[in-house]
């Protein structure tokens, strides 16, 4: 299956600034989906990403605060803006795996302390 | 409303049990179910993959079955080891929609 490379594992931001997230994909895949896992709760979905179309944002997610950028099929970026306490999470990208049995193959997540 | 339950929201058992971890959703028309494992800040590790039509995957020690009727799919662990240590989320995949509902998870430890 897919393989994914994500980074920064963890970062520590402060207060206003804004963060980028990359994750590289192993092989070329049509959609990439962002995750964010806030503490002690479940992962919910931010967006999907198509290589050449915007991003679909699910309820409650907005580009603004979440722009995400898919140059290619094996590439993506996700940017927390203006971040504020509030956004300090685990986020995690994700993609369908092309192994036996499909299924869904996950980034190694970052981990974002916002002070 | 699309959910997904996960029962119990935490575990500790002595090393060597066998346990069962339960994971239950509300629509039956799903494509999929599958498990994963989660360590301390980090990201998810799949473990299995139960495709609609199946009723169970195995690997290795662990054993995940579904029963699409009842909205409930069980994760099945033999002979626990504190490297199994973790939280575990099921996450459903209907058939309408392209992402994954996740449970909340079970947070599991094991005790040497």
């Known amino acids: 299956s897919a393989v994914i490379s994500q980074k920064p594992s963890r970062d520590i931001c402060q207060r206003g600034t804004s963060l980028t997230i990359q994750c590289q994909v192993d092989?070329?895949?049509?959609?990439m989906f962002w995750y964010r896992q806030q503490p002690g709760q479940s992962l919910t979905l931010i967006a999907t990403?198509?290589?050449?179309?915007?991003?679909?944002?699910e309820s409650g997610f907005v580009i603004d605060k979440f722009p995400i950028s898919r140059p290619n099929l094996t590439f993506s970026t996700l940017t927390v803006s203006n971040m504020s306490p509030e956004d300090s999470s685990i986020y995690l990208c994700?993609?369908?795996?092309?192994?036996?049995?499909?299924?869904?193959?996950f980034g190694s997540g970052t981990r974002l302390t916002v002070v | 409303k699309q959910e997904v339950t996960q029962i119990p929201a935490a575990l500790s058992v002595p090393e060597g049990e066998n346990l069962v971890l339960n994971c239950s959703f509300t629509?039956?028309?799903?494509?999929?179910l599958q498990w994963f494992r989660q360590d301390p800040g980090k990201g998810l590790t799949s473990l299995l993959l139960?495709?609609?039509?199946?009723r169970e995957q195995t690997s290795g020690r662990l054993n995940a079955s579904l029963d699409k009727s009842s909205g409930r799919s069980t994760l099945y662990i033999a002979a626990s080891q504190p490297g199994d240590s973790a939280t575990y989320l099921c996450?459903?995949?209907?058939?309408?929609?392209?992402?994954?509902?996740f449970g909340p998870g079970t947070r599991l430890s094991v005790l040497p």
């Open positions: 994700s993609v369908e795996a092309t192994g036996l049995g499909y299924g869904y193959t």
């Open positions: 092989s070329q895949v049509t959609m």
């Open positions: 990403a198509n290589q050449g179309s915007e991003a679909t944002y």
């Open positions: 629509d039956s028309a799903i494509y999929n």
């Open positions: 139960i495709q609609s039509s199946q």
């Open positions: 996450a459903v995949h209907y058939n309408y929609g392209q992402n994954f509902v």
